[in-house]
């Protein structure tokens, strides 16, 4: 018997994950990627030389541990949030991970867990539900109205109703592309007894003001989740970021592996956010395609829904999934997000949307 003779059932496996599938959005070689919300920009050549010389300097010392509570790296983001949204932060204030999914993880692993219960209005991320069962937290499925939005007050109820010990708010959000309006945010922290995490991954591309503002006035339970993989052209270097409390911070630190962020990912991450004015100079330009390739469906006689994000949801298919291979036989790839009727596109550069839309005459509806 050779190892490859062991399958996934023979292991012994903890039952509640018997069954269940990883996150799993194809990455096939097709001639246009649009299918996980990247920017479809690559790192100006400046950025690049500032990270491959930020990494060459660093390399001498990597025989050492690096900072392990990240200071210099929190320092740069405390920096670009509070020029970003106005609110004056420091490092007590952000907290850094291998990807905001990290970030995620360890905020179920310090506030989820066995015998406590995490909230999400679907449909959004699928990561929530997977870091929910990964962290054995329950994990308590709410639906948005048919539209995709959010009723906030209907939410703030259940809210109330289930006293989940984490809220999970996506803004914009994923797959759907709407934001939450601020003002219906402090409904929900209203509601909530416990934490209320706001996934801003993809605020940049957003009109709506942030939920950090709403920071200080809910301290005890606010944590606001953001990213460079999206805006700031930096999902290969895997950075994901919050802002909160101080006090949740120091919660975080009792759940993080030591030195999860090595010396080579902060050093490259601080050298991307030098450079952070030009990568978010896309920010506008991705803003105006979104608009473009909406209206561009609707007159192809799909129906977009409305996107506050770098990405568009949108039907009518009788048969999503058999569309979806077909744009892939078409040369594009997109996401069929398991949304009946549905289909999800990143936005990408003009020739890319291009291709998008020309093979978005050829699919089968
Ligand atoms: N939150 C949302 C809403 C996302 O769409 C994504 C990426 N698809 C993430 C978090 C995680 O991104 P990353 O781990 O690359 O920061």
Redesign the pocket.
């Known amino acids: 018997m050779s190892s490859d003779d062991v399958r996934l059932e023979d292991l012994p496996l903890r039952e509640d994950l018997r069954g269940r599938s990883p996150y799993g959005a194809p990455q096939l070689d097709v001639p246009v990627r649009l299918n996980?919300?990247e920017n479809p920009y690559p790192p100006p050549q400046a950025l690049v030389d500032d990270v491959t010389e930020a990494v060459r300097e660093v390399a001498a010392g990597l025989h050492r541990y690096p900072d392990r509570d990240a200071i210099a790296l929190r320092q740069d983001l405390a920096a670009y949030l509070t020029g970003a949204t106005g609110v004056p932060l420091t490092e007590r204030n952000l907290w850094a991970a291998?990807?905001?999914?990290?970030?995620?993880q360890q905020i179920l692993q310090a506030f989820g867990g066995p015998g406590r219960s995490a909230l999400g209005f679907e449909p959004?991320?699928s990561?929530h539900p997977i870091i929910a069962a990964g962290t054995r937290t329950d994990w308590v499925p709410t639906p948005r109205r048919d539209d995709f939005t959010l009723d906030t007050e209907a939410a703030a109820r259940i809210v109330g109703e289930r006293q989940p010990d984490v809220v999970f708010v996506?803004s914009p959000?994923?797959p759907t592309g709407g934001s939450i309006p601020f003002d219906e945010l402090e409904l929900v922290l209203r509601a909530a007894p416990g934490i209320v995490v706001v996934?801003e991954?993809?605020a940049e591309f957003s009109s709506q003001r942030s939920a950090v503002e709403l920071i200080e006035a809910y301290p005890a339970q606010l944590i606001v989740?953001r990213?460079?993989?999206?805006a700031f052209a930096f999902?290969g270097g895997?950075?994901?970021y919050l802002a909160a409390a101080p006090a949740v911070i120091d919660a975080l630190q009792l759940v993080r592996l030591p030195y999860h962020l090595s010396l080579l990912t902060q050093a490259a991450a601080r050298a991307a956010l030098r450079h952070a004015d030009e990568t978010l100079a896309t920010v506008a330009k991705l803003a105006a395609e979104r608009e473009r390739v909406a209206e561009a469906l609707l007159g192809l006689g799909f129906t977009p829904v409305p996107s506050d994000a770098n990405f568009i949801l949108f039907g009518r298919f009788a048969d999503a999934k058999a569309s979806w291979q077909a744009y892939v036989d078409n040369g594009v790839l997109i996401r069929d997000v398991g949304i009946a009727g549905h289909l999800r596109v990143t936005i990408g550069t003009p020739e890319e949307n291009d291709a998008f839309l020309a093979a978005s005459k050829e699919v089968p509806r």
């Open positions: 996980t919300n291998n990807g905001s999914n990290e970030v995620l959004s991320y990561m996506t959000n994923n996934d991954a993809y989740s990213t460079m993989s999206k999902a895997r950075l994901g």
